[in-house]
């Protein structure tokens, strides 16, 4: 069988075996289309039924939830952690609270981790998990008292040699600091490497909360320089208003670069002056408000709801909020209107239509997988400072940060090249990815 036909085959098993599990299916297909040049050079992976294996989490753990508002009224949500592959080392990877989490989305999002852990050369493994619970709206001690519900099941499961979560959409570091909190009163133990993304008053890292957007916007760089280009001066786009794209507005900024427009779920704003970042971490991560107070705050601003983002023009695009955001008709309008070059902050928001759009047009494009491994190589360095019982200046931490995405983006450029695909990085992180899990999988036997 070639090994075009075997991937096929394997393909048509998984959707079967994860019936409708859309977001899954989509992951696994993308990264099973790049690798087969890979599987032609390594029949041993074939052999050993390596992408069967990768297919399949070691663990799924679904789980209740049940908390209590303020009104006393009980709910039941519903918690998962799948524990992907540990071949490279602990599960690694975030939580997502958001009421449209459920088994697909976690796979999806553990099976994208499991690549992009590799791809930082950390010995860390690949997870995730999360619970349908919607935060928005929910008081302190509400979102306090569903954190430690979820944590007094979740604790059985973790541990800093075991699975070490940290936050994704819905979760920063209120919750961290819930989660661990439960954690440390349940277990007895002052285990800091069980979470990453704490406070820095207890055992949190440097630039962990600045790492993906700081990290994408290096990898941007990078391709930019490659051409002899650079930030400076470019007009660009970044979707979301979160922890991604707010650290991803300020670098752009640092490296001479001007956002002129960022959104949330009720629609976007537009700011052609250039995001203004005091009034947005204000709005976002103190009052937690929508977005179009922005404009209320910055009367020369626009708020348009309901719209999509991309429709503002721009040459450089950092989505950032959440998969399958940019659809084909976006593609079509980002490449009319002068983008050249995508990177994306968030995990798979470019939809497969829009990837064909892109490449056909000739704009550069960065997976997500590698762009945004800076967040969970932050995390792998905050893991390393509290086995040590140290912590690291901020100056230091970026440079590392910095160091990291370098290596990524010249792992992902070469692999490209050495597989005759140059300029592909989603084809140079899948098989980069893809190759280090294999071979430490090999090295371990059939397990
Ligand atoms: N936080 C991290 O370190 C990392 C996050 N990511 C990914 O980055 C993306 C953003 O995550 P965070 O910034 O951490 O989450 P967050 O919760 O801080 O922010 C999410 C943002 O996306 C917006 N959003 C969510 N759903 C939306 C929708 N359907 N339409 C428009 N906007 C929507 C929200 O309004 C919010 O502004 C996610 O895809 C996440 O998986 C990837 C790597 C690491
Ligand atoms: O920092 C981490 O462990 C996880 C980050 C994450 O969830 C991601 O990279 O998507």
């Not at 070639?2 to 098993?13: G, L, M, T, Y």
């Not at 983006?409 to 070469?414: E, G, I, M, Q, V």
Request: with cysteine; net charge negative.
């Amino acid at each position: 069988m070639s090994a075009r036909d075997k991937i096929e085959s394997i393909f048509e098993s998984v959707v079967h075996r994860n019936p409708g599990e859309s977001e899954f299916h989509q992951a696994v297909r993308e990264v099973l289309d790049s690798i087969v040049p890979a599987l032609d050079k390594h029949s041993e992976y074939a052999e050993a039924k390596i992408i069967e294996r990768i297919c399949e989490p070691e663990r799924q753990i679904i789980f209740r939830v049940p908390w209590e508002d303020d009104l006393g009224e009980v709910h039941i949500n519903r918690g998962f952690r799948v524990e992907f592959n540990s071949a490279l080392g602990p599960y690694k990877g975030g939580l997502r609270f958001h009421p449209s989490v459920y088994l697909g989305i976690v796979k999806f999002l553990g099976f994208e981790q499991l690549f992009k852990n590799a791809l930082t050369g950390m010995p860390i493994g690949g997870g995730k998990g999360g619970s349908d619970f919607d935060p928005r709206g929910r008081s302190e001690r509400e979102v306090m008292r569903f954190c430690q519900s979820f944590m007094t099941e979740l604790y059985r499961h973790i541990g800093e040699y075991t699975d070490v979560p940290a936050g994704d959409i819905g979760v920063g570091a209120r919750e961290i600091g819930y989660l661990f909190g439960q954690y440390k009163r349940i277990t007895n133990r002052y285990e800091s490497a069980v979470l990453t993304g704490k406070g820095l008053s207890y055992g949190g890292a440097q630039v962990r909360r600045e790492a993906t957007g700081y990290g994408a916007v290096f990898f941007a760089d990078e391709m930019l320089q490659v051409n002899g280009d650079s930030l400076d001066g470019k007009r660009v786009v970044v979707s979301g208003s979160g922890n991604v794209a707010i650290y991803a507005i300020e670098k752009v900024h640092q490296l001479g670069g001007t956002v002129v427009a960022c959104s949330d779920s009720s629609g976007y704003i537009r700011d052609d002056r250039g995001i203004d970042l005091e009034t947005l971490k204000h709005l976002k991560e103190v009052r937690r408000e929508r977005i179009g107070e922005y404009a209320t705050a910055r009367p020369h601003a626009s708020f348009v709801a309901g719209a999509s983002v991309w429709e503002v023009p721009c040459q450089v695009a950092i989505p950032s909020a959440t998969q399958n955001e940019i659809s084909e008709a976006d593609a079509v309008t980002l490449v009319a209107q002068g983008c050249t070059l995508v990177v994306e902050g968030a995990n798979m928001p470019t939809t497969p239509q829009a990837v064909r759009i892109f490449a056909e047009a000739g704009v550069r494009f960065a997976p997500g997988k590698a762009a945004n491994a800076g967040g969970v190589a932050a995390s792998a360095l905050e893991m390393q400072q509290n086995a040590s019982r140290d912590s690291w200046t901020f100056a230091h931490s970026e440079q590392r940060l910095r160091e990291i995405m370098r290596d990524i983006h010249a792992r992902c450029y070469a692999t490209a090249e050495e597989y005759g695909m140059p300029g592909n990085y989603a084809a140079g992180a899948n098989i980069d990815g893809f190759r280090m899990v294999a071979e430490a999988m090999l090295a371990h036997g059939l397990i």
